[in-house]
């Protein structure tokens, strides 16, 4: 397992832009790699998913057309740009890494975790 180190959360007004990194020591991106976020008394929920080799993508139908999931293979690093940001979108935001035949929408489908990095939202 490679350890992943997220990034770029903070508080940001309602209608603003945020973007996260996600970043790994090694080739850790010739699989898929996950963004996923957990609200208090809330499950992880699925955010946006990619395959790097041919940069298939996967979005909720919450996140979808305001989130931007892409990656920077020569940087080890996956990026998850937010914007029109609502405060509903205040979360723990975590990025993942995992198998390319497993699942791309579910936790379950990710073996690598990073440590989760706060967003707030506020209006």
């Known amino acids: 397992q490679v350890r992943l180190v997220e990034s770029g959360g903070g508080v940001a007004q309602a209608g603003g832009s945020l973007r996260l990194s996600c970043a790994a020591p090694g080739p850790t991106f010739e699989n898929k790699i996950g963004w996923f976020r957990q609200a208090p008394g809330k499950e992880r929920e699925f955010v946006a998913s990619?395959?790097?080799?041919?940069?298939?993508?996967f979005y909720s139908d919450s996140t979808k057309g305001r989130f931007t999931i892409s990656t920077d293979n020569a940087k080890n690093t996956a990026y998850l740009q937010m914007n029109d940001l609502k405060p509903e979108d205040t979360a723990v935001y975590y990025c993942?890494?995992?198998?390319?035949?497993?699942?791309?929408?579910?936790?379950?489908?990710?073996?690598?975790w990073g440590q989760g990095t706060q967003v707030t939202v506020i209006s």
């Open positions: 993942a890494t995992g198998p390319y035949y497993t699942y791309y929408t579910s936790p379950t489908g990710y073996t690598n």
């Open positions: 990619i395959n790097p080799s041919d940069s298939t993508t």
